[in-house]
């Protein structure tokens, strides 16, 4: 799951992002916001602290080179926490416990192309790619492992 967790005043707030992009931010178990991913987008929200009512935001910006997502809480403007998290790209279907490189390819294919043909954001084109990427990895490694079981065999 790719999400971080901060802790304000006996509040917990939950930032969880889906591998679509999809941003949603909990206080409490309460969804109080949820959005695209896009650049500078920023997640406004109220919490009661001490009977009064602060207002806090979260920003995220995603490292297309590295894969980390970094996410920083804001109370007013004053940046509180900041926390990193490790991006999971590839998606989980029932189709791919059979072929996972057959439906990574085509669900990196089909983000790819949409993104490209709809102008959306740049994210979605990394994770078009990084899926398409992760299923050729996956299928030269089975094959790289199904040949050394081969070679073994003949060997023996």
């Not at 009661?48 to 995220?60: L, N, Q, R, V, W």
């Not at 509180?80 to 072929?99: G, Q, R, T, W």
Request: aromatic share 12%.
């Amino acid at each position: 799951m790719n999400c971080v967790h901060f802790n304000i005043d006996q509040h917990t707030i939950r930032y969880h992002v889906t591998w679509m992009g999809i941003e949603t931010i909990t206080v409490n178990d309460i969804q109080v916001s949820k959005k695209l991913s896009l650049p500078k987008r920023k997640h406004r929200f109220n919490i009661e602290i001490s009977g009064k009512k602060e207002a806090f935001f979260i920003t995220s910006k995603q490292s297309f080179s590295t894969g980390l997502i970094t996410v920083q809480l804001f109370h007013n403007t004053i940046l509180i926490e900041e926390k990193v998290i490790a991006f999971n790209f590839s998606p989980v279907h029932k189709d791919e416990l059979k072929h996972p490189e057959n439906s990574s390819f085509i669900t990196g294919l089909i983000l790819t192309f949409l993104s490209i043909v709809f102008d959306w954001s740049p994210f979605f084109i990394f994770i078009g790619l990084m899926c398409m990427f992760n299923s050729l990895c996956t299928t030269s490694s089975n094959m790289t492992n199904s040949q050394h079981s081969e070679d073994t065999k003949s060997i023996d």
